[in-house]
Each structure stands twice: as C-alpha cells, then as structure tokens.
Antibody, heavy 119, light 107 residues
Framework: EVQLVQSGAEVKKPGESLKISCNVSGYMFTNYWIGWVRQMPGKGLEWMGIIYPGDSGTIYSPSFQGQVTISADKSISTAYLQWSSLKVSDTAMYYC????????????WGQGTLVTVSS | EIVLTQSPGTLSVSPGERATLSCRASQSVSDYLAWYQHKAGQAPRLLIYGASSWATGVPDRFSGSGSGTGFTLTISRLEPEDFAVYYCQQYANPPFTFGQGTKLEIK
C-alpha cells in the first residue's frame, strides 16, 4: 500500500528555520517524483515544486523559487521542504504528493503538515 | 505561467441532482488536466486525469470532458459525500498550476 506520512504540526516564530518531512512507503521512492503543495488558511491549493529522488532534480514554481528548498534522502525514503527564515505569511497547510508515473499530476497525497508562524 | 479559472466559486445543488463545474485555462493545455476533490481535514483526492480518465476507485457518476482551454467536471447524481471543494490542475507546462477551486455545497 502506497503511503506518504508527513511530520507533525509546527509552531515557529518569524525568522526561524524549519524542515518538514514526507516519508513514503509501499513503492520504490527513487522512481517517482514527489511534489509539495501549499494551502494557506481559507485559500486554494498552490503548486510549489517537485523533486525526483533518483537524482534530486527539482522544478520550482517561480513563486516559491528561492523561498523554500526541496530535498530528498534516498536512504530513508523521505522528502523534505525547508525554510531558512520563516515569515508569518508561510502559515499554511503543506501537502506532499506523489507524481503519477508519467505526468505531473498527483495520485497519492500525504495527510498534510500545518505550519504556524507567529510572533 | 498558465492561469486556471474555475467557475462558479460556489455551487449550491441538492443531493441527487447534477453538478457541473468549469475550469478555463489561459492558454491551451491540450488534455493535460486533472481534477481533485478536497474535503476539510483530509488530503486531496485525484478524481480525473487526462481531462476525462477516471482515477482508480472513482465512481462513474464523476466525469470529465474538454480539451484545449475549456474543461468540465460533471457529477451526475450527487451523493452526500460529494460535497467538497474541487480543484482543476494543469500539467502541460511548469509550474503545474491549480485553479482556485469550486466549493460544492448542499442546497
């Protein structure tokens, strides 16, 4: 069974760093792209970026390029989304999701990680 | 960046009736269009890909149509569990953007 299990909710202050995770099981981690999607409070889904764990190749949305870093650790089948300096506006639910085999839509999703940034 | 515009923003329909949701792209995406259902507190669920192909386990009361810049998701006979927010996503060109969503609510 394919599963994407995300790390738990985080409460941080502006300027702090953060790395959230997405651990996958039930398939070969290195064979499928993993993407990240943001949902700000009361808003819709936003495509942030995606990584191919096989070679760590990444594609970022211009809106998120330079604002976050997407990475992966093949040895533990885990993808990451990280910030070096959080802003209040980073408060959101973040989902990881697996890209379907050949095209850039998502067939399996994690349960989401709520990130709250507040002073 | 391709912009997807969904309409209406909110749709009020009674159970058992038909719902028709629209997604319009700012430029052609061919048939590289997916639909997702999102319920509060849950992960989004893939419904349709390739504009009209069902994802695994999706009931056939859901159907997708369209190509190029205009797409439709139709739910033929609404069940109570169908009331949710629906998003379209294009995967023709990066960034692979989502529409802003249509909230389907019980009338």
């Amino acid at each position: 069974e394919v599963q994407l299990v995300q790390s738990g909710a985080e409460v941080k202050k502006p300027g702090e760093s953060l790395k959230i995770s997405c651990n996958v099981s039930g398939y070969m981690f290195t064979n499928y792209w993993i993407g990240w999607v943001r949902q700000m409070p009361g808003k819709g889904l936003e495509w942030m970026g995606i990584i191919y764990p096989g070679d760590s190749g990444t594609i970022y949305s211009p809106s998120f390029q330079g604002q976050v870093t997407i990475s992966a650790d093949k040895s533990i089948s885990t993808a990451y989304l990280q910030w070096s300096s959080l802003k209040v506006s980073d408060t959101a639910m973040y989902y990881c999701a697996r890209r379907w085999n050949a095209y850039y839509f998502f067939d399996y999703w994690g349960q989401g990680t709520l990130v709250t940034v507040s002073s | 960046e391709i912009v997807l515009t969904q309409s209406p923003g909110t749709l009020s329909v009674s159970p058992g009736e038909r719902a028709t949701l629209s997604c319009r792209a700012s430029q052609s995406v061919s048939d590289y269009l997916a639909w997702y259902q999102h319920k509060a507190g849950q992960a989004p669920r893939l419904l349709i890909y390739g504009a009209s192909s069902w994802a695994t386990g999706v009931p056939d009361r859901f159907s997708g149509s369209g190509s190029g810049t205009g797409f439709t998701l139709t739910i033929s006979r609404l069940e109570p569990e169908d009331f949710a927010v629906y998003y379209c996503q294009q995967y023709a060109n990066p960034p692979f953007t989502f529409g802003q969503g249509t909230k389907l609510e019980i009338k």
